[in-house]
């Protein structure tokens, strides 16, 4: 939240400047003569949507390990902290970078981005705040559960009270709600030139930041899956006023030149933010025929990164350690071994100029298929999960395209036959199932989703059936063998806020929310309830 801005005055000076008139103001350090105090909205952009891209990434090296996407092997008996479901040790900040962005980076500048719009009649760009809004609220409550909204930003507090998830998810229609509103007009000073100098995403397209919105509203509604209020309809019809193709994925693109990185993709090996990280056993055995009876998923090879020996093998976070050969021992994502692979090919997501998603049609469509699945609509479900599935290896080709990187494309004879496997898309509308729907979104959604996939699991409660088959819903998945001391012996459900705002400026107001507790991290979130 915002924090009371502190003008400092030349006080020192008082004596040298009595009688000179309007010496407060000129030393006042919050102005500044030489620059413009106030900017084109239009501006605000850039960091703002940069942000939305890399900060969930950020947060990702943690709740990755919550969700298996990854482990960061320890060389310890005992896996790593994050990987046993706990929390790094105050005052460190890991896991909070959400928090930090959505009331620090978007926070002010998006209240004061949509201001400057509303002034200037710009109802595309002040739609566009209203969805930005909404998006980081939505990934917040998923994230910590009680946030702070109607206080956030009020200037004369020094305290600030926490409202509940119920309260988040209203906010978060009511900005979806205006968002649509704005987002359809036409009048006034709309133009998607002027947006589209600073829009990195949609280069201004209103359209597609309204089908955007749409697909957060219905990723938004599929939450309340465990609750009596869900309306798979509705969540349907969200999606079908979405994204329309893979055309419409919103995805931020990295230049990767500057010699200080900071154009470069987070994941990429110039960043140098994964590079000890390992694919787990879990994700392998979606990909590798495990799961899907015998099924080879060609994109294992062109997301995955095989062993030296060209075996693709992956750790086991449980097991803390891993007794193989050095050349059998998984590479870095990059395809390197240990921490290698600056300033050489790369693979996925995970080069320096990858175009890095934040919300994509495959994504999409499996929200519809569990939707339709769950309201007994077979056929449209079917429908909506084969279109994913398509869709999917058709983004891993155009991600393995961004940066020369070092994977051969999936060829259209491999991608027919994947797609031709009763395996994996059954022809007959009765044999799908929950288990495959979710497991395939879990792909999709794999290494950059990380809050989406994080809620699915705590939806499904990790290692929770599917009452219709009496399959585990995510195949395979098990949880920590030894959890963290503080957890009680009780799964994550849920990160402690930002210990460097909250824990040191906020304690009382956490305290009322049961926030000082070791084990609040295990506190399941309202959204997941019944």
């Given at each position: 939240m915002r924090r009371p801005r502190v003008l400092l005055r030349g006080a020192l000076l008082t004596g040298a400047l009595v009688g000179v008139a309007g010496c407060q103001n000129f030393l006042d350090v919050n102005v500044n003569p030489n620059a413009p105090q106030e900017v084109e909205p239009n501006l605000y952009l850039p960091p703002i949507l940069s942000s939305m891209?890399?900060?969930?990434?950020?947060?990702?090296?943690?709740?990755?390990?919550?969700?298996?996407?990854?482990?960061?092997?320890?060389?310890?008996?005992?896996?790593?902290?994050?990987?046993?479901?706990?929390?790094?040790?105050?005052?460190?900040?890991?896991?909070g970078q959400l928090w930090r962005d959505v009331y620090f980076v978007l926070g002010q500048n998006v209240?004061?981005?949509?201001?400057?719009?509303?002034?200037?009649?710009?109802?595309?760009?002040?739609?566009?705040?209203?969805?930005?809004?909404?998006?980081?609220?939505?990934?917040?409550t998923n994230m910590h559960g009680e946030s702070i909204i109607q206080q956030s930003f009020d200037a004369t507090r020094f305290a600030f009270d926490y409202d509940t998830e119920e309260y988040a998810y209203q906010e978060i229609f009511r900005n979806l709600d205006s968002a649509a509103v704005y987002l359809a007009r036409t009048d006034g000073g709309v133009s998607s030139a002027y947006i589209s100098r600073f829009d990195r995403v949609y280069s201004g397209d209103r359209v597609r930041w309204l089908r955007f919105a749409s697909g957060l509203r219905a990723m938004a509604l599929n939450h309340f899956s465990n609750k009596g209020t869900y309306r798979p309809q509705?969540?349907?019809?969200?999606?079908?006023?979405?994204?329309?193709?893979?055309?419409?994925?919103?995805?931020?693109?990295y230049s990767g030149t500057s010699a200080d990185n900071a154009d470069a993709n987070f994941w990429g090996p110039r960043r140098g933010n994964l590079n000890s990280y390992r694919q787990t056993q879990f994700v392998l055995n979606l990909m590798n025929g495990t799961v899907f009876a015998g099924a080879l998923d060609p994109r294992?090879?062109?997301?995955l990164a095989p062993s030296p020996d060209g075996t693709f093998r992956a750790w086991d976070p449980n097991s803390g350690t891993l007794a193989l050969p050095a050349a059998q021992l998984p590479n870095n994502f990059f395809g390197y071994v240990g921490t290698?692979?600056?300033?050489?090919?790369?693979?996925?997501?995970?080069?320096?100029?990858?175009?890095?998603?934040?919300?994509?049609?495959?994504?999409?469509?499996?929200?519809?298929?569990?939707?339709?699945?769950?309201?007994?609509?077979?056929?449209?479900?079917?429908?909506?999960?084969?279109?994913?599935?398509?869709?999917?290896?058709?983004?891993?080709?155009?991600r393995n395209s961004d940066d020369a990187q070092a994977v051969a494309q999936i060829t259209p004879a491999e991608r027919s036959a994947y797609l031709a496997n009763t395996a994996v898309v059954p022809t007959n509308p009765a044999q799908l199932t929950l288990s495959?729907?979710?497991?395939?979104?879990?792909?999709?959604?794999?290494?950059?989703?990380?809050?989406?996939?994080?809620?699915?699991?705590?939806?499904?409660?990790?290692?929770?059936?599917?009452?219709?088959?009496?399959?585990?819903?995510?195949?395979?998945?098990?949880?920590?063998?030894?959890?963290?001391?503080?957890?009680?012996n009780k799964i994550a459900q849920r990160v402690r806020a930002r210990y460097?705002?909250?824990?040191?400026?906020?304690?009382?107001?956490?305290?009322?929310?049961?926030?000082?507790?070791?084990?609040?991290?295990?506190?399941?979130?309202?959204?997941t309830q019944p």
């Open positions: 891209a890399t900060s969930e990434q950020f947060d990702g090296r943690f709740v990755g390990r919550y969700t298996q996407n990854w482990t960061l092997p320890s060389g310890a008996a005992l896996p790593s902290v994050w990987d046993r479901m706990g929390y790094d040790i105050p005052p460190s900040d890991n896991g209240v004061d981005l949509m201001r400057k719009a509303r002034e200037a009649e710009r109802w595309d760009l002040l739609g566009i705040g209203f969805t930005i809004k909404a998006w980081g609220w939505l990934k917040l509705a969540v349907i019809d969200a999606v079908d006023n979405a994204f329309t193709g893979n055309a419409d994925d919103a995805l931020l693109p294992v090879s062109r997301m290698a692979g600056a300033g050489q090919p790369s693979r996925y997501l995970f080069a320096d100029r990858s175009r890095f998603p934040i919300m994509t049609y495959a994504q999409l469509q499996f929200i519809k298929a569990e939707a339709a699945l769950r309201s007994g609509n077979r056929a449209v479900a079917l429908d909506a999960y084969s279109r994913g599935v398509a869709a999917h290896i058709d983004f891993v080709n155009a495959m729907v979710m497991s395939q979104k879990y792909i999709a959604q794999w290494a950059w989703a990380h809050v989406e996939t994080w809620t699915d699991l705590r939806r499904y409660n990790y290692t929770g059936l599917d009452p219709a088959t009496g399959r585990q819903v995510f195949p395979g998945f098990a949880t920590p063998l030894v959890l963290f001391a503080d957890n009680g460097n705002s909250e824990y040191v400026w906020n304690r009382p107001s956490l305290d009322k929310i049961g926030g000082l507790a070791p084990d609040f991290h295990t506190k399941p979130l309202w959204i």
